[in-house]
């Protein structure tokens, strides 16, 4: 099994222009998130989703869209890129929490996006 | 929101030194917290995590301690190695979409 699979795995863009970026998880995952990393400020939730069909705003949304069309995707839309969101961004999946348990959450390898 | 805070945000040891991270977080009802390792240009990996219902949890090396009251938990790391160099990241989840509010990190550097 792969796991978690980001595409692409780096990217530069100019301020203005749009681009996807996709997560695939192979686990049957109910849950998929979105972080971005910055220096020194550890993992922000941007977007994340608990089902197909459904997504909600994490801390920081502003200047992302997002959507789940099929349960083992979650896409990361970046309409109008601005040099702010230069970062790297995670993609992660886990277990729903049926049980009412917490589940841990497994990550890919993430994407690098550069944006000039 | 949950906040949580992580200290140190560097900390240099010898090889077979222990090392201590510490977090603190804001909201009570958290219940659940992993620690995750994430080594230079690779993806945040989970070493270990505790639920609100223990004090304390070990895996060879590796423990993790909770103390609800204080609303603080800590990793220790034993006998260090220079392949736990790495940036460690605690988080804090409660039931509710499995949500995790992750802190800043922490960088180990273990010498040789």
């Known amino acids: 099994n792969a796991g978690v699979t980001q595409t692409p795995k780096f990217r530069v863009l100019k301020t203005g222009q749009s681009m996807t970026l996709l997560c695939a998880q192979d686990?049957?995952?109910?849950?998929m998130y979105w972080y971005r990393q910055d220096p020194g400020m550890g993992l922000r939730l941007i977007h994340y989703?608990?089902?197909?069909?459904?997504?909600a705003k994490g801390e920081v949304p502003d200047g992302y869209n997002v959507s789940r069309l099929k349960k083992q995707n979650f896409l990361l839309g970046l309409e109008s890129a601005a040099p702010s969101q230069t970062s790297v961004y995670f993609c992660?999946?886990?277990?729903?929490?049926?049980?009412?348990?917490?589940?841990?959450?497994?990550f890919g390898d993430g994407t690098r996006l550069s944006i000039l | 929101g949950e906040n949580v805070e992580q200290h140190p945000s560097t900390l240099s040891v010898q090889e077979g030194d222990s090392a201590v991270i510490k977090c603190t977080y804001s909201?009570?009802?958290?219940?659940?917290f992993p620690w995750y390792k994430q080594e230079l240009g690779k993806r945040p990996q989970l070493i270990i995590d505790?639920?609100?219902?223990?004090g304390e949890k070990k895996d060879q090396r590796i423990a993790v301690t909770l103390n609800k009251t204080a609303k603080h938990f800590s990793l220790h790391i034993t006998e260090t190695q220079p392949e736990d160099s790495a940036v460690y990241f605690c988080?804090?989840?409660?039931?509710?979409?499995?949500?995790?509010?992750f802190g800043s990190g922490t960088k180990l550097n273990v010498k040789p």
């Open positions: 992660a999946s886990s277990r729903g929490t049926g049980d009412y348990s917490n589940q841990p959450q497994h």
């Open positions: 686990m049957n995952h109910e849950y």
């Open positions: 989703s608990v089902g197909e069909g459904t997504t």
């Open positions: 909201d009570s009802a958290s219940n659940y």
């Open positions: 505790i639920r609100s219902n223990v």
């Open positions: 988080a804090a989840s409660r039931y509710n979409f499995n949500k995790f509010y």
